[in-house]
Structures are given as structure tokens and as C-alpha cells.
């Protein structure tokens, strides 16, 4: 490393708080302080800045309906279709020849559409569903890679009024068959295939394997044929349609957007929580749009001009609200990429913000622990001068990641936001304003205009700046979820119930609890600590360990197990398994090799256990309940926690010797 780098990495690493350039401010969306105020003292109200950033075709009655807490109403009254306000209005207000979605493939093919092709293809395939026999209010699941067909269908679904479920890619049959059953949804569109580190991957084996297990039959699926001749010749079945063959029959065909209730369902997106079954969280239409295209607008700054990209896969919440709804909304160009950071080459990010001169980059910290990794020469090798603001999303940041990001990828000119939210929260909910607010590395931020959160000890009440609690909302937002689908009890028994009073119909006694523990500094600076509940991050995804365990448990020769997360290099937490096999059955690697291909196939490669650890006993309270948190201790090389009120103390020392002789 030159001299120069090395003072300027020693600079960086004292300094604990970022102001914004003068530049990026004078252009910025926001960039004035007084909007906390004006929200603050116009609350609810305030929220029709963000209402007023889309088209309705009925203007809604009443911001906020508060009269039902916790199941709030935002924008009633109103009536819009987001479909049409991602696409058609850019068409109509002359824009139809910007582009809309810049797409590239793992072997660097390319497809752009403008917005007049996104209108035309999302109104044929709007057609075609409704040919199906898909009628508003029907769920329909896509099971879809990073292809082009993903958010077209998912906007051609929000055109003819039928939520989508979209299950990623990456998760197993068992997973979809899940979805599938809880959402009701007799429709699918899958993929045959698409490409991973050069190879094709056969998805459609894996989608007819989890339709075996739909209960309730599927009506129609339709096939996007991503591989051509690299694919793996499956037939399409009775009830199987080729996309491109549906969209040549529409040639051409115009749907009309169906008015939407403000409060209509959008989608469901599935999510992992502390029980094994995922929760469905429900988004709507006013409010979730609402919020992702005001949050698009005043967090990462998007401007119609801009070229955006971010690098999430559209299966999670972050690329429905960050490269779907919210870009699209406002009319700007989003970069969709197929494949993986490190195909064929370690600059294969840099190489496409070089490409698409791209203006804001949005990742996770995952992400940028595997850059760092992997050295700065690779995007020093490229020209990044095109970036204007960089985002990170789904875990904390460590500082030192943060400043190699603002450095290395930035080139100290860019304001990175820092972003705390959920697939619950269907947006930012913590984060600097980047034309109002200095950053300080570590910490998300304040809470947004509008965003009352609060860090609380056990019984409710604030603590005091520099302690760690469990971060509360105690204000409703619009895009937040309205309740878990077919299920508002436990809709009310994971949110609300900890902190509210659930008897009473006054929303000042109402609290959200996310689940994630944090601490706050003097300046209303929140740094988000992690999950409180049995959920751990891998690589920024969520994944519960109870369905890991029963994942594991259903395995033959395995009597009990328990998973934790431990602390990992790149992927910020990995899978640490802890078992104990039944009689008769030997521990060893194919016991291990059964144990991994289990959770494989209930869940999905990204839940692959790091390690399997066999034991004779699990650490156990006197009353049986398993102590995760010294498991995590041993997991992390930690020294252990209090093991005084464990029925076996003695088995801690024997698990932990067996992890360190493993590792
Ligand atoms: C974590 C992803 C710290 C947190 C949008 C949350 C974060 C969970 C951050 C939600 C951040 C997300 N700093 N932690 N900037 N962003 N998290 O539903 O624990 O996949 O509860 O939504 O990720 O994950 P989800």
C-alpha cells in the first residue's frame, strides 16, 4: 500500500462522524432539517408527501384510520393501481422511451426496456393471466430468478388487482409448496433455469417436485424459458404454458388497471419468525406504494434521470420495495443482475456501475465484507465516478466495512445511508436523511421523519443514551404491514403484544415490537444491535432457527437439535447445528452429509449448517428448556456464559472441545 493510502486509512479510521458535500446536498431531494418538525407537528397528516408522490384515481378520505389499533387503515377512501403508477404514467407523460429496467445476465447478455416496452409486455402478460382464469384478489406465486419476466409479472399482477407471492428462487420445493399452501394460490410462474457461477440450474424439476405437494391443486403455471438450448428439455405439462408462447396469442393486447382500494391487498411476502411456520406478511396498496416511492425519493435520492442499482435479489422485500415499486414509481432506470458478485471476476459489481455509469448503488453488508475481502484493486481497477450516493441494507455495519465502502467504492464523496428496516416495515424506518443528516459509521441513524422509535428496557420504559434495549415503533407508518395473512391473532401475539395494551382501543397504547435490540446515542443516533428472537441473518437473510431444527429433526437417526447462530467472517452469522442422534444411529459424515441435505431441501441451500456438531446432551435449564445463548457462546470461541442454573453443566466443555477440534 502507497504512503498517502496508509495516512488516509489512519484518518478515516478516527474520524466517527461524515458530513454530506455541499454538492450532494445543494442537489439533493431533501435537504432540509426542518421536514423532522414539519412532520412531527403535522402528524398524521404530514404522510400525503408521500401519497402525493403517486397518480389516484379517487383521492382518498382520511390519511389515517386509527380507530381499530393495531389493524390501521392509511389512505382510506382512496383508489389507485400501482401498476399504473410504476408504468403507464411515464408512458403518458412522454417518457416512454426511458428505460426502465436495465437487465444483465450471468454471461454478460444484456436487455433493456424502455418504458413502452414494459407497458406493452406487462399488459400482455396482464391478458394472458386473465385468460388463465386469474381474477382480482386471486394469490399468484412467482417462483422466479433475477430474470426480466420477475417484475413484469409481478407488475402485470398488480394491473389486474391478484397479490403476488413471490417465493425466491434460491429456496426449496418443500419452501414454495409452504408458500403455496398458506397463500391459497392455485397460479404460479416459475422459470425453467437460470445460471449460477456459469452452469445452468434446473429450477423447473425443483417447481414440479414442490407442486406435488400443493394440496389444493393448481390451476395453471407458467414457464419463462430462460436457458434455451442450455436447458434441461423438460416437457411442460397439461396445465404448463410457455411465457413467450402466451405473450404471442396477446399480441399486443391492452388491459385496463383495476381500481384498487387505498387498502386492497398488494402482496404477501413470506417471512421466517420464532415458530417453524413462516409468517405472511400483508402489504396494500396505498400505503406500501406510498412509502416505498417516498422513502425511494428522500433516502437514496432518486431522481427520474438516475440509473439505480440495487443488488438484492427481488425475492426479498428489498428488491420488491428498492428495485421494483419504489424506482419504477419514479420513473427512473433500475439495473437488474442475474448472477453472482464474483462471475467470471472478482470486479463483475464495478464492472456494471462502470457500464451503466450508475448514479446510487444500494447492498448489504455481506456484500461489502466479501469486497473487502477480496481488495480494493478490483473496483480501483474500474471508474466509479458516476456514483452518486451508496446504500447498505438487512444487518448492522461495522464501521470499518462502512469506511472501506465510503472510501474504496465512494471515493469519500458519497453519502452512504445506512438502513434499518424489515419486510414488515416495507421500508426505511431508520436512517440519515443523506442531504440533512452527518453519518456516523455503525449507527443507522435517527429514526425517519414521521418514524417514532423509541429503545426501551423490559417493562416499556426509555433507557438512557448508550444502553442497549429492544427498539419499539410507537407510531403507525403506511407502509406497514396490516396484519399476517388469514392469521391477525398472531399478527397481534408477534408485534404488538409485548408492549401494548392489547385491551385498549387507543392507539397511544399500542407498540410495535420488531424484535431487534439497539442502543441510542445522544443525538437520536440508533445502532441496531441484531435479533432479539430465535432468528438469525445469514448474508442479510433471515432465517429461523426453529425451522432449521425441525428441518433437521425430521431426518432419520436424528432424536434432537438445536440451532444457533455464530458469528461468521463474510456472511455476518452462519448455521451452527448442535445434535443428538437416536439410538442405534452413528454420528459421522453421512449423518452430517443426511443432516445438511435436509435443510436443504426444507429450506434452501442459504440455511446450509455451517457446522454439525453431535452431542450426548443438550445444555439445559433445570425446567428443560435448551440454553441457545451458551451455545452461541461456543459457536463464537466466546468465553461462556453463567452455566450455574444448568441441569448439565458439564456438557458445555465437551461441545465446545468438539467445535474447536472440528474447525
Ligand atoms: C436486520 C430486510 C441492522 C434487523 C430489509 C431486521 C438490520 C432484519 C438493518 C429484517 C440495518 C435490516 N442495521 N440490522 N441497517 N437492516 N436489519 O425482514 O435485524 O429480511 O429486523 O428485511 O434485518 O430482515 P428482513
Known amino acids: 500500500m502507497a504512503q498517502g493510502d496508509t495516512e488516509l486509512e489512519a484518518r478515516l479510521e478516527e474520524q466517527d462522524e461524515f458530513e454530506p458535500s455541499e454538492e450532494f446536498v445543494a442537489q439533493a431531494n431533501v435537504s432540509d432539517s426542518d421536514i423532522y418538525d414539519e412532520f412531527e407537528e403535522n402528524w398524521p397528516v404530514c404522510w400525503e408527501r408521500a401519497a402525493d408522490l403517486l397518480d ?24 389507485l393501481n400501482a401498476c399504473y403508477n410504476c408504468v403507464d404514467r411515464h408512458v403518458e407523460n412522454g417518457d416512454k422511451n426511458r428505460v426502465a429496467i436495465k437487465w444483465e445476465g450471468e454471461h454478460g447478455e444484456t436487455r433493456t426496456y424502455t418504458y413502452q416496452d414494459l407497458y406493452r409486455e406487462v399488459n400482455e402478460f396482464a ?70 457461477r456459469g452452469d445452468p440450474l434446473d429450477h423447473l424439476d425443483k417447481t414440479n417436485e414442490g407442486l406435488d405437494s400443493v394440496d389444493h391443486g393448481v390451476d395453471a403455471t407458467v414457464v419463462v424459458d430462460r436457458l434455451g438450448d442450455d436447458g434441461f428439455g423438460h416437457d411442460l405439462k397439461g396445465n404448463q404454458h410457455d411465457w413467450d408462447d402466451l405473450l404471442d396469442e396477446q399480441g399486443g393486447e391492452r388491459v385496463e388497471p383495476v381500481e384498487r382500494d387505498a387498502e386492497d391487498m398488494l402482496f404477501l411476502m413470506y417471512t421466517s419468525g420464532t415458530t417453524g411456520q413462516p409468517k405472511g406478511v400483508k402489504h396494500t396498496t396505498g400505503g406500501y406504494l406510498s412509502y416505498a416511492t417516498w422513502t425511494s425519493h428522500a433516502v437514496l435520492d432518486i431522481e427520474q434521470e438516475d440509473t439505480y442499482w440495487c443488488s438484492a435479489d427481488i425475492g426479498w422485500i428489498t428488491g420488491h420495495s428498492y428495485i421494483v415499486y419504489g424506482p419504477l414509481a419514479l420513473g427512473s432506470t433500475t439495473v437488474m443482475y442475474e448472477g453472482t458478485p464474483d462471475f467470471p471476476n472478482r470486479d463483475r459489481m464495478w464492472d456494471i456501475v462502470e457500464k451503466y455509469a450508475v448514479d446510487i448503488f444500494y447492498t448489504a453488508p455481506t456484500a461489502i465484507r466479501a469486497f473487502m475481502k477480496w481488495g480494493s484493486k478490483y473496483p480501483a481497477s474500474r471508474d466509479l465516478s458516476s456514483l452518486r450516493l451508496l446504500g447498505t441494507v438487512g444487518e448492522p455495519i461495522n464501521p470499518r466495512a462502512w469506511k472501506w465502502y465510503y472510501e474504496h467504492i465512494g471515493n469519500e464523496d458519497c453519502p452512504v445511508v445506512d438502513t434499518w428496516w424489515q419486510t414488515e416495515t416495507g421500508g426505511m424506518m431508520i436512517t440519515t436523511l443523506p442531504g440533512v443528516k452527518n453519518m456516523k459509521p455503525g449507527s443507522a441513524g435517527p429514526p425517519l421523519p414521521g418514524i417514532d422509535a423509541q429503545i426501551v428496557d423490559t417493562n416499556g420504559d426509555e433507557v438512557k443514551p448508550g444502553r442497549a434495549g429492544y427498539l419499539t415503533v410507537n407510531k403507525p407508518w403506511p407502509g406497514m404491514l396490516r396484519t399476517l395473512y388469514n392469521n391477525d391473532e398472531r399478527y397481534i401475539s408477534e408485534y404488538w403484544e409485548e408492549y401494548s395494551d392489547t385491551d385498549s382501543d387507543d392507539p397511544d397504547d399500542w407498540v410495535y415490537f420488531p424484535e431487534d435490540g439497539a442502543k441510542v446515542d445522544e443525538d437520536d443516533y440508533i445502532t441496531v444491535l441484531g435479533r432479539v428472537d430465535d432468528v438469525i441473518n445469514v448474508s442479510g437473510h433471515r432465517l429461523g432457527t426453529m425451522e432449521i431444527e425441525s428441518a433437521i429433526v425430521g431426518v432419520e437417526g436424528v432424536a434432537e437439535a438445536a440451532v444457533v447462530g455464530g458469528n461468521h467472517e463474510v456472511k455476518g452469522e452462519a448455521v451452527y447445528a448442535y445434535v443428538i442422534t437416536e439410538d442405534g444411529y452413528e454420528e459421522g459424515d453421512d449423518l452430517r452429509a443426511r443432516i445438511i441435505e435436509g435443510v436443504e431441501d426444507a429450506i434452501g441451500p442459504i440455511a446450509r449448517p455451517e457446522q454439525v456438531v453431535f452431542t450426548p446432551e443438550l445444555p439445559k435449564t433445570r425446567s428443560g428448556k435448551i440454553m441457545r445463548r451458551l451455545l452461541e457462546d461456543v459457536a463464537n470461541g466466546a468465553e461462556l456464559g453463567n452455566t450455574s442454573t444448568l441441569r448439565n453443566p458439564e456438557i458445555v466443555g465437551e461441545i465446545e472441545a468438539k467445535v474447536r477440534a472440528q474447525s
Open 127 to 196: 391478458a394472458a393471466l386473465r385468460d388463465l382464469g386469474v381474477e382480482e384478489d386471486d394469490v399468484v406465486t412467482l417462483y422466479m430468478p433475477m430474470v426480466p419476466e420477475l417484475p413484469i409479472a409481478m407488475l402485470a399482477c398488480a394491473r389486474i388487482g391478484a397479490p403476488h407471492n413471490v417465493v425466491f428462487a434460491g429456496f426449496s420445493a418443500e419452501a414454495l409448496a409452504t408458500r403455496m399452501n398458506a397463500a391459497d394460490s392455485r397460479f404460479l410462474v416459475t422459470c425453467d433455469g437460470y445460471y449460477r
Open 56 to 79: 389516484w384515481d379517487e383521492e382518498y378520505d382520511e390519511v389515517l384510520d386509527d380507530s381499530n389499533p393495531p389493524f390501521y387503515e392509511w389512505f382510506t377512501g382512496g383508489e
